[in-house]
């Protein structure tokens, strides 16, 4: 259940945001500056470990800060788990293959930098997996959608919670194309969550759609 006595303001919540920003940029330096030079050949290994331990530190100190308990695998059933795998090939139909390409289109530029992205990931598969269809998810719904979304609805309402919540999701991305795409992802994910009351359905729903996309993208399938 929702604790009703959690709260955050929005300022909180973009605070928060930057935060994770912050903690991203450190495992960035540390790994283009220190791993990849002193340890080339088990560098991708390595930034995975780091990625999970400051993302475990800096979830740590916010649920010490604000003294509020997630509990991931709360509100979990077949239906609900169903429901949420079905979001993630909704996903893939209308964004992947409706949306997207006309985001493709309008922002060239930034479809040129997604497209240098998907050929970095395509050099170490295994670890590109681990980090766009666990790790990311997993951490991106426990912060959006765990305690953002929470806090801002128990502050101002669903509406607004959706809203803001879907939007600090949206800029996580840094990327035109992907940055629209996850706006509508954040809305979708944030009705999902209120509706279920589940983070874990969140998560399958997120990291459900990345694998999809994932496989479409990087691996040779033809």
């Known amino acids: 259940m929702i604790n009703s006595a959690y709260t955050l303001t929005i300022l909180q919540s973009i605070l928060l945001c930057a935060g994770y920003f912050l903690c991203m940029l ?30 475990l530190v800096f979830f740590l100190l916010i649920s ?33 293959k409706c949306l997207d390409p006309i985001f493709e289109h309008l922002f060239p530029v930034s479809e040129i930098k997604y497209q240098d ?22 951490v991106e719904e426990i912060l959006i959608r765990g305690f953002i979304l929470t806090g801002l609805q128990n502050e101002y309402g669903n509406f607004i919670a959706l809203v803001v919540s879907a939007i600090l999701f949206a800029l996580l991305h840094f990327n035109m194309v992907q940055t629209i795409s996850a706006f509508i992802c954040g809305l ?28 479409k993208m990087i691996l040779p399938l033809n």
């Open 26 to 55: 450190c495992y960035t330096i540390l790994d283009m500056g220190v791993w990849r030079k002193i340890t080339p050949n088990i560098s991708v290994w390595l930034n995975i470990f780091t990625i999970i331990l400051f993302n």
């Open 64 to 96: 010490n800060k604000v003294s509020y308990k997630l509990n991931i695998l709360g509100g979990i059933s077949f239906l609900k788990i169903l429901l949420a795998m079905l979001c993630s090939i909704l996903f893939y139909f209308a964004l992947d």
């Open 117 to 138: 992205t998907i050929t970095r990931l395509k050099q170490s598969p295994v670890t590109s997996f681990m980090l766009v269809c666990i790790i990311a998810p997993v």
């Open 188 to 215: 979708v994910l944030g009705l999902l969550y209120i509706k279920t009351d589940s983070i874990f359905c969140c998560i399958v729903t997120h990291s459900g759609y990345n694998i999809i996309s994932y496989l």
